[in-house]
């Protein structure tokens, strides 16, 4: 479905009012306002607030038979925005460097779009609202909240910018296609001595690179090769002096895979070979494990029914290791979930999510529009 020019303008003016005021997750008070603001302009069938900041609006379809949800994140992130943007973020330290303004631009355009078309639209169209993606989860508390139970959803729909994929181009595959997500806080305690006399200590350097290495090996040698699977280990501290033996030593890192199965059997094995470091080096290991978002697994019939009904460039994409709470939606009823592209080289629109300088032109987000359209045309 093609859309008019004045979404697209209205999109433009959006997009650019949400861009100066991110906010952090659960705390996204002015972002909620206006959302609430615009929504309640649009008389929808219901409007309700969830998870404290996020909003749901129920638009009533003629017929009524499905509940197609539509899902936008509202979080901002606490990265302090290029000072060569034109529309710069307000909120010093704040900016939306993931695109969380962009997919609230769609969705309220979408709100517009339906309260002008109430005449067309068959279907019952919930739009959610959803605060705190970047972290803790907002998606948990709005999926379990006894309002999105009640709404009886069959289908739930979200995306994603993208620079990594030509602008207007949209991505998606059926199954896995983002990862499950943890981290990993590891604290390794041995006994600091002298540097001249090793043997009186117990170095925390020497049993952290043992267990670093060991750990390493998990994916290579104890995963099937079929099953990809990531552990990283991004930051290590400890030690006290150059010629000191190292009493304590701290490691943090991530675990990314598709499968829910294989994360719980990295976590065993990572358990395994603290174990084994603290028999063989005389130290002590705490692991501390965060769970955070499940696998996004899309399901196969979406795929399809977007695929026939979408009249956009579709292409194909591979997994991608990034992780996205849209999952918890997905374990309540079937979802899907497109990457949209944002990358234009001529432009210089070509840095990655959560960089200072990421920036796109709005002129793609009709184009997110118009897949959303398209699936309750």
């Known amino acids: 479905m093609k859309i008019e020019k004045e979404y697209g303008e209205l999109l433009f003016d959006i997009r650019r009012e949400l861009h100066k005021i991110p906010e952090i997750g659960f705390k996204e008070f002015k972002t909620s306002k206006y959302i609430e603001s615009f929504l309640r302009k649009l008389s929808p069938d219901r409007i309700q607030e969830v998870a404290g900041t996020g909003w749901i609006a129920f638009f009533k379809g003629l017929e009524g038979k499905r509940t197609l949800a539509f899902r936008s994140d509202m979080d901002g992130l606490p990265v302090e925005e290029c000072e060569k943007h034109e529309n710069r973020s307000d909120h010093q330290g704040m900016m939306h460097a993931c695109g969380h303004d962009g997919h609230m631009s769609i969705l309220l355009a979408f709100a517009q779009f339906l309260s002008e078309n109430r005449e067309k639209i068959k279907d019952n169209v919930v739009l959610v609202f959803q605060p705190a993606e970047e972290g803790p989860g907002g998606a948990e508390e709005v999926a379990g909240s006894k309002l999105f139970e009640d709404l009886n959803i069959d289908e739930i729909f979200g995306l994603h910018l993208f620079p990594l994929l030509e602008e207007g181009k949209i991505a998606l595959k059926d199954g896995p296609v983002m990862a499950q997500s943890g981290e990993i806080d590891v604290s390794i305690i041995g006994r600091s001595s002298h540097g001249a006399q090793p043997q009186e200590g117990i170095d925390a350097i020497v049993a952290a690179a043992a267990f ?89 019939r979406l795929v399809e029914r977007f695929g026939k009904a979408y009249e956009g460039e579709v292409v194909d994409i591979e997994p991608q290791m990034l992780a996205e709470d849209f999952s918890y939606y997905q374990k309540k009823v ?41 699936l309750i045309d």
């Open 212 to 300: 670093i290495t060991e750990v390493q090996k998990i994916v290579s040698r104890f995963i099937k090769p079929l099953e990809p699977a990531v552990i990283t280990f991004g930051k290590t501290w400890g030690g006290e002096a150059r010629n000191i033996v190292s009493g304590e030593m701290f490691l943090e890192g991530t675990i990314r895979t598709f499968s829910e199965d294989v994360y719980m059997s990295i976590k065993k094995r990572i358990r395994d070979i603290a174990d084994g470091i603290e028999i063989v080096y005389g130290c002590r290991i705490e692991t501390v494990f965060r769970d955070m978002y499940p696998p996004v697994i899309n399901d196969k």
């Open 334 to 374: 079937p979802g899907l979930f497109v990457f949209l592209g944002s990358k234009n080289e001529e432009k210089g629109f070509t840095n990655p999510l959560h960089s200072p300088n990421f920036n796109f032109d709005e002129a793609v987000l009709v184009k997110g529009l118009e897949a959303y359209a398209s």
